[in-house]
């Protein structure tokens, strides 16, 4: 037994009745065992290749930047993420874990290692979760209103709130500090509700203006110095509309 299928027997779920489960794609899974701090998600299989890279070499740079150890089975793009002894940083494992994830969620590696940079975050929207209704034509239709003519209306949700967006089967993946990715996120959000382009890209216009303060304000306050709210800074008081 490998050391691939020895983790994934490890990890086996067992649900009420007791039978052993793992969940469909995209799962993500933390374990904590003997000190170690592990994660196993489940990708695409088109998207394992780009994971990996070209002769490992992307899979590679994530571990030796995160000091983390991956195992991805080709077959079921399946990918265990583990600490070692040479990961320092208690966040690394979920930081790996994010980047595999935007690979997997269609992001180019060079995007998803945006998330090497502090205080960026995944956001990961279900399409299928928002959109209403069963009309099975729906998520085409939503899809293409959130990409727009030739990748026009996506490139202005980046554009507008700074984050980077990938629409990808029944997902839109979104990369940036939180105050971008929610603002990113609100606006796909209208879109596949229905919402006219105008009125969202009014929306992102009128954030826009505000963005950059609140950005840097967050990064501020994510480096420890006080920023407009001074020492006395609530993050509640932060996040308040």
Do not use: C
């Amino acid at each position: 037994m490998d050391e691939f299928e020895r983790l994934l027997k490890k990890y086996e779920r067992i649900d009420k009745d007791g039978r052993p489960t793992r969940g469909g794609r995209d799962e993500e899974i933390t374990y904590a065992a003997e000190g170690e701090q592990e994660e196993f998600i489940r990708i695409p299989r088109d998207r394992v290749a780009v994971v990996i890279g070209r002769k490992g070499q992307t899979k590679r740079e994530i571990e030796e930047r995160t000091k983390t150890k991956i195992e991805v089975d080709s077959e079921t793009g399946e990918v265990f993420i583990t600490s070692t002894e040479e990961t320092s940083d208690p966040l690394a494992v979920w930081k790996a874990r994010d980047i595999v994830m935007a690979i997997g969620r269609g992001f180019s590696p060079e995007r998803a290692f945006r998330l090497f940079n502090e205080g960026e975050v995944l956001e990961v929207v279900n399409l299928t979760d928002v959109v209403i209704g069963n009309d099975k034509n729906a998520l085409p239709r939503v899809r293409g209103r959130i990409i727009g003519r030739k990748g026009r209306t996506r490139e202005i949700i980046e554009e507008m709130s700074g984050a980077d967006v990938s629409v990808y089967g029944k997902t839109v993946a979104i990369i940036g500090n939180p105050i971008q990715v929610e603002v990113a996120k609100t606006a796909i959000e209208k879109l596949a509700r229905g919402s006219p382009h105008g009125v969202v890209y009014k929306y992102l216009e009128r954030r826009k203006k505000d963005l950059e303060l609140e950005s840097t304000t967050y990064y501020e306050a994510l480096e420890g110095e006080p920023g407009e709210f001074g020492e006395d800074y609530d993050d509640e008081d932060f996040w308040e509309d």
